[in-house]
């Protein structure tokens, strides 16, 4: 963490994974990587960046909802703290700047078109080699990062000994399907999968 973080260049074979994983149009994705490369420094994205991204985003969202009751400086404030928290999430090691892999990952996770199911397998498939299983740390962190992105309170000790009791356990391990499930079942977790920020696909090109 004390580290300079070092960005690179994303590969096309990591394209066709994405895409494959989640069914977006390798064309379309194509363009959510230029853009993302047009905008960032480096490869690397730090919080403003991303919040001209958003705001963008938002504004061409089919689902965009106009604030009438708020002034522009309120919206845009409003607008502000959303991106905000969503980079904070998706900003796994603490650098203050998402690499492609952790934007993509908070674009997808905002994607209420692909399902909820798709959404958390490749969330969990794509940054770690849990082969089926979640372990105890891979769960605490993304228990708290959906509670974060989605501003749910959640015990994640509760959780996970529920998890632990009610699902098959492989040496302390937790069957990933029976963890997706959890999401997918929870009340405040499923509204927040259909009810979040819908992102158009492609995204527009940030006005530089």
Not at 14 to 30: H, K, M
């Amino acid at each position: 963490m004390g580290n300079r973080q070092k960005g690179r260049q994303t590969q096309a074979w990591e394209l066709d994974a994405i895409s494959n994983l989640v069914g977006i149009p390798r064309d379309q994705l194509e363009n959510i990587y230029r853009d993302f490369r047009r905008v960032s420094k480096d490869y690397l994205l730090d919080k403003y960046e991303f919040r001209r991204i958003y705001k963008d985003l938002i504004q061409q969202s089919p689902n965009n909802v106009t604030m009438s009751h708020l002034s522009a400086y309120e919206e845009n404030r409003l607008n502000n703290a959303t991106a905000d928290r969503i980079f904070k999430t998706f900003d796994r090691d603490n650098t203050g700047r998402l690499t492609f892999d952790e934007f993509i990952s908070a674009y997808i996770m905002l994607q209420s078109s692909i399902s909820p199911q798709t959404r958390l397998d490749f969330l969990l498939n794509h940054y770690s080699q849990n082969d089926g299983y979640i372990t105890p740390n891979m769960g605490r962190r993304v228990i708290q990062d959906m509670s974060d992105l989605y501003g749910v309170n959640t015990d994640y000790q509760q959780v996970w000994r529920n998890l632990e009791s009610n699902h098959g356990v492989k040496n302390g391990l937790v069957p990933q399907q029976a963890f997706t499930e959890y999401f997918i079942n929870h009340p405040a977790y499923s509204s927040a999968f259909y009810k979040g920020v819908e992102i158009p696909l492609p995204p527009p090109s940030p006005q530089l």
